[in-house]
C-alpha cells in the first residue's frame, strides 16, 4: 500500500521526530497550524479514529495529552487542542490515522473553531436519542 504516513511511521522516509516507541511515532506537522503542531501516527495503518481499536486508542489519548504538557513546558503554549480529521467532509486529507496535537498561545495566532449555532430543545432530544441507538 502507497501511505505516506506508514511510510514515515516506520521510518522510510525521515521526519521530525518528537516521540516513538512500539505503537507510535510522533512527528512535527510539515505545515503547522502553530509551533509544535505534533501528529501522533500509529504504526499500524488504519483510515482513521473508527478503525484504530480500543488499546491503542487509548494509549493515544494519553499520549496527546502528554505532548500537549510537554509542548507547554517546552515552548510556552498556554493550552492545546486535541483533534483527528475523519472524513473528507471533516477535512481529513491523510487517510492513515493521525491525532493533531496543536499547541496554543496567548496570542491566538492558530485557529480550531466553528461558528456557535442555536439549539432547539426537541431536536436536541430527538438528535440525542437517534445517536445513542446508534452507538455499537
Ligand atoms: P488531516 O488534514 O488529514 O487531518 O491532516 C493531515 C496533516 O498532515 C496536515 O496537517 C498536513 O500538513 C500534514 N502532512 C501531510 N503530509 C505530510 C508529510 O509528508 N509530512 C508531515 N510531517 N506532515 C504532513
Ligand atoms: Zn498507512
Redo the contacts with the bound molecule.
Sequence with gaps: MDC?FCK?ANGEIP?DTVFEDDNFKV?????PASKGHM?ILPKTHARDITELGEDIAGKAIVLAAKLGKASMAALGATGFNTLA?TGESA????FHC?I?VIPRYDDASSIVSWVPGQSDKEVQKETAKKIAECIR
Excluded at 27 to 31: A, F, K, P, T, V
Design positions: 505516506i514515515i521526519s512527528i512535527l506537522d510539515l505545515s501528529l480529521n477535512g481529513q486529507t491523510v493521525h493533531h
